[in-house]
């Protein structure tokens, strides 16, 4: 079936490690991916997206995603974490091919350690 | 700040009991959504409406009924609850337009449990 795969289901790091969180999805054809990122108590909310042009994308609070098509991949990327990064970040693919509607990976737990 | 709104945010309740989630967003979206998120797993879209009178089901099965008779409004019916609809659920909208496609605004969540 097509999906969505996040190889990370928990992550645990020292503040000002850097961070990659892998994201692989399936579908083929046109694609438009997100990163939807989960702070403790709170409503999930965008981190960042990409649609078409620069496949590096820059997100919200020094996050960044690279989307590399031959491997179908949107991997999020920060390179120095801070302890108010802990939260649950979802990887979700809009793709024709799933009838344009948005499909989630399993999302992966980061904790940062202070 | 996306403006959807949840109620109730916990809710415990006995097994038969007929328990409808609320869903209202301010934004004027035509487009609304309902995923079901167990701990540690991915979210599975249940129900979407594409606008008033439109409802659809998703991608996971659900024993859940919605309805859009307002825009605003997109509330989630289980008509005798059970254990295992025990879970959270969540609320989003989006926009029609073509440069949003696909991204989507969440409610906090209503997080339910059928002793």
């Known amino acids: 079936a097509q999906s969505v795969s996040q190889h990370n289901h928990h992550v645990i790091l020292s503040e000002a490690a850097s961070l990659e969180l892998g994201c692989n999805y399936s579908y083929g054809g046109t694609v438009n991916l997100f990163w939807y990122v989960q702070y403790p108590g709170q409503h999930l909310q965008l981190l960042l997206k990409?649609?078409?042009?620069?496949?590096l994308v820059k997100g919200i609070k020094g996050f960044e995603a690279e989307f590399i098509k031959s491997k179908f991949s949107f991997n999020l990327r920060k390179p120095s974490v801070q302890w108010s990064d802990t939260a649950e970040y979802f990887c979700a693919v809009n793709a024709r091919a799933a009838g344009n509607k948005l499909t989630f990976g399993g999302g992966t737990r980061v904790l940062v350690k202070p | 700040e996306a403006d959807i709104y949840q109620t109730p945010r916990y809710l415990v309740i006995g097994t038969g009991k007929k328990i409808t989630l609320e869903c209202s967003q301010t934004?004027?979206?035509?487009?609304m959504y309902w995923y079901q998120q167990d701990p540690g797993m991915e979210l599975h879209l249940i129900h979407y409406s594409y606008g008033v009178n439109s409802t659809e089901k998703g991608d996971l099965s659900s024993e859940s009924t919605v309805s859009r008779i307002r825009t605003e409004h997109f509330p989630l019916t289980l008509e005798s609850a059970r254990p295992s609809h025990t879970s959270q659920y969540l609320c989003?909208?989006?926009?029609?337009?073509?440069?949003?496609?696909?991204?989507?605004?969440f409610g906090e969540g209503s997080r339910l449990t059928v002793l």
């Open positions: 934004m004027g979206h035509d487009k």
């Open positions: 989003a909208s989006s926009s029609d337009r073509v440069e949003n496609t696909g991204e989507l605004f």
């Open positions: 990409y649609f078409s042009g620069d496949p």
